[in-house]
């Protein structure tokens, strides 16, 4: 009897918590069902009340869209609202495609210009060119647009035919042309070729639309001419779609490995992506090109290449996205774009670099510092961490000092204006890979730079300016002024000395600007790999067998003795 009694209280202690349990999470559920029904009566209430006693009208459209954007503003900067007229940037976003005519624009004194029009796409069709000065759109002067406004009088629906007003340097009388606006596809492989007698490289802009047959494609036309290894260019490609991730990884990886997975709250957003097809090449050498703007889908190619030892991760640390978004749609064409999950790499580790969820005093988001990261390990046993982006196999020291003049050369359009006027004095060019102005080439640029009376910060000046400042609070302004006399006068603004200073950066990008008049975006990559650094030490490896191979190993017990003897 006592044993009846003791299973039946066990029983009854078990049902008894079973209940207590179900009517808390009952009430919890309740608890936030009641919290957001209040609240979504207050903001409706407040919003009555505006609209019937504010001294000014209010517009409803602006004033939801504010609040919805603060609400969203609590989250992380990925999910985001967008009304029915916000819809075209979403469409570029996720498809790579817009209604336009597929061209890059600038603005030009007073007014836009054509930058670059894609190959194939309705202004080079039409014969726009670079340097063409948009006067008019549809007889609306373009005279003191902005680039932006400028840009959505371009755009449209695809099908829709405008006329266009240009004046063309070297023609006297303006030219007008008129253009239908397509379904614009945005470059996402803008080149590939054979960068030495036996790599082959890829470059990769972004994973929106759909850049997987083009980069199969684009392999096995290398493989057809010889390349016996590989470079994947992901530098600046700030992500897209997932699954063009996945299947461009499948290229490479053998079927049924787990390229990437998710976790999110509902089961819909807790999944597993594999690679299903065989793969092309398993074998070939690869080498994988990332910078601080590879981001989300580029971070789950380079981390499931690094992951699998697939190939070698070269450059500088990526972004570190590590979240998941899908499109929902809302009432009257509106959508939503909302994080569902993070994901997580095959050695299972998440790159996501800032936590959203734990703010600063002051709103801001801090990066995850090294040593709270965790170790996770490659399919060879190599270490890599989460929390940070893709780390590299090879890291790159960044240059210390970029080129400001550079920077006002390019912004001033002195290069843009120069390459037009080359392009009329000069009817072809030698191919991209043998291209470049000549010193007399460069003194004539020179000289236009100087008498055009160009200004531009230089950097010297504003560090000593916060210098002075600095002795000035400190009391050394005076007992020091003849040295900072001394030193200024040394600092002395010499454009002719500046421009030969920075002589070989200004004469690459002279060289880019130009070959892509002549070649269009396919020759300015050519010309821009000619001093690519970061290439060179791709290809320096992919010509190492044995460091490359070494790269790919986990550490010996000797390396791993030496680790700790040099810690």
Known sequence: MDNKRKIKRIILTAVAGCLMATAFISFQKNDINFLKSKNMEI??????????????????????????????????????????????????????????IGSLIVKHKDYVAIAEPYVGQPAYEAGLKAGDLILEIDGEDMKDKTNAYVSNKLRGEAGSTFKIKV?????????????????????????????????????????????????????????????????????????????????????????GKEIVSMRGKTKYSIQSYKTTDEPLDTIIPIAIMVNSQSASASEILAGAMQDLDRGVIIGYRTFGKGLVQNIRPLPYNSSLKLTVAKYYTPSGRCIQALDYSHRNDDGSVSRVPDSLTNVFHTAAGRIV??????????????????????????????????????????????????????DADYEEFKERVINSDFKYDR???????????IAEFEGYSESAKAEFEALEKKLSHDLNHDLEYFKKDVVNYINIEISKRYYNQVGGEIQQLKNDKELDKAIEILNSPGEYKQLLSAPTKQDKRKDKTEA
């Open 167 to 255: 004046q063309r340097p070297g023609t006297k009388s303006p030219l007008t042309f008129d253009i239908t606006r397509r379904e614009v596809q945005l470059p996402i492989v803008p080149y590939y070729g054979m960068v030495r007698d036996s790599i082959g490289y890829i470059q990769i802009s972004s994973f929106s639309g759909a850049p997987y047959p083009i980069v199969r494609d684009a392999f096995v036309k290398l493989k057809e001419q010889g390349a016996k290894s590989l470079i994947i260019d992901l530098r600046n490609n700030g992500g897209g779609l997932l699954d063009q991730a996945v299947k461009i990884a499948n290229l490479f990886i053998p079927e």
């Open 43 to 100: 903001f409706q209430s407040v919003y009555n009340e505006l609209d019937q006693l504010y001294v000014d009208t209010i517009d409803p459209d602006k004033s939801v869209t504010n609040a919805i954007d603060g609400m969203l503003a609590q989250l992380d900067p990925y999910t985001v609202y967008y009304s029915e007229e916000d819809n075209e940037e979403l469409e570029l976003m996720t498809k790579g495609t817009y209604g336009g």
């Open 385 to 438: 961490r989460d929390g940070g982006g893709i780390k590299p196999d090879v890291e790159l020291t960044p240059e210390k000092f970029s080129n400001n003049m550079l920077f006002y050369l390019v912004a001033e359009n002195q290069i843009f204006d120069y390459a037009t006027d080359y392009c009329l004095k000069h009817k072809t060019i030698a191919q991209p890979e043998d291209f470049s102005i000549t």
């Open 459 to 469: 950097q010297s000046n504003k560090a000593l300016d916060a210098l002075k400042e």
